[in-house]
């Protein structure tokens, strides 16, 4: 291996063969920024034979996004999402090129656009009032503790299922919906689950922890699903019955390319590619990210009741909070940014890959070397902010710092030309969610439990989760039906 460490970013040394690989345990994101006071804000790590950097300040970051963008916008893809060609038909994990582009145009053209989102802030409410009304049903009138994930879940990938399919899948009406949720959770898990074969890609045809194989036969299922929903609504079109307002599937049937970049159409296969990406991507990260500004809540009354507070003087008690009322609730606001910079869904964002051999910060990065972005790590860099491990909201009050990929030290939603393209809907859905459940409800800890015994203890799978989910009993606060 002689002069293959040439002027690369230091790092621990690893193992033969294995490099790095077990050293980075169950929470890599902690691990690595632990190595940060070590070896500085770039740490070089070889994870089985993957070469592998990690970007860990907010100069780093800024350096990479302005001036290395289109070197490293490939996606490093895990084997498991190899399945039925996933990468090459989605979004997220497919390589920078045409196919890319159009989708990416698609989506943030038509389906997550802000006039879209405009349009449908009603159909939001209407969900959040399902939520609402599910959570009280489940607390048996607020005498039972609810685990709140499970609503939020629920919650968003109702959403996302109204905003692509126009179906409410969990709807009893839809047992279709019911059978796509089951398998979809399936995927999500395995997608999340480490596998060996990522790191030694030699063992990919063994499929060592058969990870591959269950993925084939749990994502086949859902690819069934989606595609008799698909197939219902070629029919329907055949048949000249038209929806009042175009869903995203819709605009992935008409599409139809310029035959200059990326493909002529998008083939069956493919939409049923991008409709499960979106429940993918959009249904965990914006349930987690709920969950833990619930947490963070219930664990700072001050915090808390400043938002109850800042609800009842703005909004009231006698209408639901809007997401018209949001400019006027900065305080909330704040409390959603704090929350994105301590716990990031996607806490080393989603990996990327350089496509060329790149002059980066002084060192040399070869071709092929798959990049983390630590944004939990810059989150809590403690040259940027203040008093960096507590959750002070108050932080963001008299700042303009944004999550929108400019200022660098605050990335969840990531920066450059791949960041998240799901924004103006995370944005709205989590704003609207916690001002919710804090308008909807007094909530009160189970017997023997308060804010001071409430953990914060991370689990990463394919979202950075609470490792134990949070509890609580919802008394009903809201005067209005
Ligand atoms: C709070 C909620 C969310 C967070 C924290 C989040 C975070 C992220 C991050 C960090 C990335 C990678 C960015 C990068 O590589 O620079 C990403 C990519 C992506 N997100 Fe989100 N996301 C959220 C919600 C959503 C929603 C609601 C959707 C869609 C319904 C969505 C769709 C996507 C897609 C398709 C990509 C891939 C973009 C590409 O590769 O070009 N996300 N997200």
Redesign the pocket.
């Known amino acids: 291996r002689k002069g293959s460490n040439k002027n690369r970013p230091p790092g621990p040394t690893g193992w033969p063969v294995f490099g790095n690989m077990f050293e980075l345990g169950d929470l890599p994101h902690q691990t690595m920024y632990k190595l940060r006071s070590k070896y500085g804000p770039l740490v070089w790590l070889r994870l089985g034979s993957i070469h592998t950097l990690v970007v860990q300040s907010p100069a780093a970051a800024a350096e990479l996004f302005k001036k290395h963008d289109v070197a490293f916008s490939d ?1 490093k893809v895990p084997d498991a999402l190899t399945a039925f060609n996933f990468n090459a038909g989605s ?2 994990m497919n390589a920078y090129g045409g196919h ?1 582009r159009v989708l ?1 145009r698609l ?1 943030s053209m038509e389906f ?1 656009v802000n006039k879209r989102m405009n349009d449908t802030t009603a159909l939001r409410r209407r969900i959040m009032d399902n939520m609402v009304h599910w959570i009280e049903e489940e607390s048996q009138g607020g005498t039972r503790e609810v685990q709140l994930s499970r609503f939020l879940f629920l919650m968003a990938f109702n959403l ?1 299922g109204n905003l692509m399919l126009s179906r409410d899948l969990l709807n009893a009406g839809d047992p279709e919906g019911r059978e796509f949720f089951d398998s979809m959770n399936k995927v999500l898990e395995l997608a999340g689950t480490p596998n060996i074969a990522d790191f030694l890609p030699f063992l990919k045809w063994l499929d060592p922890l058969g990870i591959k194989k269950r993925m084939v036969e749990d994502m086949g299922k859902t690819m069934k699903i989606s595609s008799r929903f698909v197939q219902e609504r070629l029919q329907e079109r055949k048949s000249g019955k038209v929806n009042d307002t175009k869903d995203f599937l819709d605009t992935l049937l008409e599409y139809k390319g310029d035959g200059k970049d990326g493909p002529d159409e998008i083939t069956e296969k493919n939409v049923n590619i991008v409709i499960l ?2 429940f993918f ?2 249904s965990e ?2 349930s987690i ?1 709920i969950e833990w500004g619930f947490a963070e809540l219930l664990r700072n009354p001050a915090a808390l009741k400043n938002v109850r507070e800042e609800i009842d003087r703005v909004v009231g008690r006698e209408r639901k909070v809007e997401e018209s009322d949001m400019d006027n609730l900065p305080y909330l606001q704040a409390v959603v940014k704090e929350t ?1 910079r301590l716990h ?3 806490p080393l ?2 990996p ?1 890959n350089t496509m060329q051999e790149t002059n980066y910060m002084g060192y040399l990065i070869p071709k092929d070397t798959q990049v983390f972005v630590n ?1 939990w790590a810059i989150g809590r860099d403690p040259d940027s902010w203040e008093d960096p491990l507590t959750f002070k909201p108050e932080r963001f009050l008299t700042s303009n710092i944004e999550y929108k990929g400019q200022h660098f030290e605050f990335i ?5 030309r ?5 924004f103006p ?2 944005h709205r859905v ?1 704003h609207l969610a916690l001002a919710t459940l804090v308008q909807s409800f007094d909530w009160e800890f189970p017997a023997g439990e308060g804010p001071k015994t409430l953990d914060m203890d991370e689990r990463l799978g394919l979202t950075l989760r609470k490792k134990n989910p949070v509890k609580a009993i919802p008394k009903k606060r809201l005067i209005v039906k």
């Open positions: 996606r979004l997220g890319w990416r989506c997550l996302v990406e979106m991507a959009g990260t914006t990210s994105l990031p869904a996607l964002l989603l990327r944004a969840p939603f990531g920066s450059g791949r960041i998240c393209i799901g809907l995370a989590v």
